[in-house]
């Protein structure tokens, strides 16, 4: 486990925690902060203690939505992870879907203060169902910007509703203002992937304006794909991608802080694997560029 990183006139490395040994340093003269999402708050403290200058772009609050395969089946079979951006009637919101898993699961994504949820397909493994993230995009100004910050009390109400466990809940009951029960998801035409869950209210979790634009956008996208806002759809949250602040840096990833780079979601720069690994890539090109030179 990562602890610290160490910036001074003598010392540049990162302090490292060994459970047998105690702490020890780690000196380098390039370090590359890559954490992930999961790292995005341990980032944050870094950049507020090292004083390195951060944005807080919008993050993005929803919920995984799961139902037939059938129902996504004439859309992923040409695109096997389609991409569709949504306006909201009420709010103006812009809602879009986000990792579809076409014949796959549900599953946990463990945070150091909540427990999510995310997706996956697999190659030997498949289900009746397909899932995909469906998310609101969030922006703060004055006098509060920090997203991230606001997205993990919103996660933290969930988890506390739901007793540390996600929240699922029926689309047909968040419409009529009523928790799900698990009586009520066994008499649903979709059986879910992900049992570690609760049943609940969602609405008693996410803002009301989230609510609402999940609410219109999943109808929205009905109209595209018939059968995507049946009163059976699931909804497990939450469903939050931290990638809402991002470190001031050149285009080679390098930070304000001789040696120091960070690339990845965590680090604000990429919103999805494809990219995080080319932000890795480009700083590593540079690192090597400056050694040699």
């Not at 009637?89 to 549900?106: A, E, L, P, Q, S």
Request: with cysteine; aromatic share 6%; hydrophobic share 40%.
């Amino acid at each position: 486990e990562v602890l610290d990183i160490i910036v001074d006139d003598k010392v540049n490395g990162a302090k490292l925690k060994n459970t047998k040994e105690g702490n020890f340093i780690i000196n380098c003269e390039y370090l590359l902060a890559a954490p992930g999402r999961i790292g995005a708050k341990w980032l944050s403290d870094q950049t507020d203690k090292l004083k390195i200058p951060v944005k807080h772009n919008p993050v993005d609050i929803g919920v995984r939505v799961e139902l037939p395969q059938i129902v996504m089946e004439e859309v992923t079979t040409i695109n096997w992870d389609p991409k569709f951006h949504i306006i909201t009637k009420t709010y103006d919101d812009f809602v879009r879907t986000f990792c579809v898993c076409n014949k796959g699961f549900v599953v946990e994504e463990v945070y150091d203060e909540f427990m999510g949820v995310n997706g996956h397909s697999m190659r030997d493994k498949v289900s009746e169902n397909t899932n995909f993230a469906f998310l609101v995009r969030v922006e703060l100004t004055e006098p509060v910007e920090n997203t991230s910050d606001y997205a993990f009390s919103i996660a933290t109400i969930a988890n506390t509703l739901g007793g540390g466990k996600p929240l699922l809940q029926r689309l047909g009951d968040l419409r009529k203002g009523r928790r799900s029960t698990w009586r009520r998801l066994e008499r649903s035409n979709v059986v879910p992937t992900f049992n570690c869950v609760t049943p609940g209210d969602i609405a008693m979790a996410l803002p009301h304006r989230v609510v609402v634009d999940i609410i219109e956008g999943l109808e929205a996208l009905d109209k595209v794909l018939p059968g995507v806002a049946s009163d059976s759809t699931l909804l497990y949250a939450p469903e939050i991608k931290l990638y809402a602040m991002r470190l001031e840096m050149n285009k080679n990833m390098k930070t304000r802080i001789e040696g120091l780079y960070a690339a990845g979601d965590g680090a604000g720069v990429s919103r999805g694997i494809v990219g995080a690994a080319a932000t890795g890539i480009i700083a590593a090109r540079d690192i090597i560029k400056q050694h040699r030179s």
